[in-house]
């Protein structure tokens, strides 16, 4: 499985010649051009930085193959285009674009007692790879690869640092990271990574890069 990073939040998994994207939202530049080369695509929860609605519902009226998987509230908003967008919950089994998926979580990382905490579900992917959305929720299944957001107005690097542990995975690679200056990032890898509150080094790669797992 080969991991693209795009800005943000958005992830592209390919895997004999298919494959999918996870979270094309509004901070993520290019995440139409990410969407045209898809199979699927996986939505974690509403907010605008994981799902841009004008642009995926787009893809959907031009692209008559497309796919959409995500929580009941995100199903609602773009409707149902003739069964091909798909409400998930935690604990469901999926198998999709030769991918097997498992739903886990079900709702967002506080923000604050004022702010509602819309649904979330994260996704763990052929039983490797996880992407928790905005949650640091942890699975009950081993997980190699974490990605892990570090940046937003609901995360906290001590909070982060007991996720990394919690999970135990192998290796670290960074999400949500738009918010984070240079210096942000420089944190991130003193403060959470090998030397650091986890042991391990927390990949940061560029958008565009592409990892292989």
Not at 24 to 30: N, Y
Not at 73 to 101: K, S, Y
Not at 174 to 179: A, G, L, N, R, T
Request: aromatic share 6%; hydrophobic share 45%.
């Amino acid at each position: 499985m080969e991991l693209t990073k795009y800005a943000h939040a958005c992830v592209a998994l390919a895997k004999g010649g298919r494959t999918i994207v996870i979270d094309p939202g509004v901070f993520t530049p290019d995440a139409r051009e990410a969407v045209a080369g898809a199979d699927a695509v996986l939505i974690t929860h509403e907010h605008f930085d994981h799902v841009d609605e004008e642009m995926l519902g787009a893809a959907l009226r031009e692209r008559a193959g497309l796919r959409v998987w995500a929580p009941p509230g995100v199903r609602q908003t773009l409707g149902d285009r003739g069964g091909r967008v798909t409400a998930v919950t935690p604990g469901e089994r999926l198998e999709i674009a030769g991918f097997e998926i498992l739903a886990v979580g079900g709702t967002h990382a506080r923000i604050h007692q004022d702010i509602p905490q819309v649904e979330n579900v994260g996704f763990v992917i052929d039983g490797a790879l996880y992407h928790p959305g905005d949650a640091y929720f942890v699975p009950d299944v081993p997980v190699q690869t974490l990605l892990l957001p570090t940046s937003g107005p609901w995360t906290k690097f001590g909070e982060a640092a007991d996720f990394v542990r919690a999970v135990r995975p192998a290796r670290v690679v960074q999400i949500h990271e738009v918010m984070l200056s240079e210096i942000g990032q420089a944190s991130v890898a003193r403060i959470l990574g090998k030397d650091g509150l986890t042991g391990l080094p927390i990949e940061q790669p560029a958008p565009g890069t592409t990892l292989d797992l």
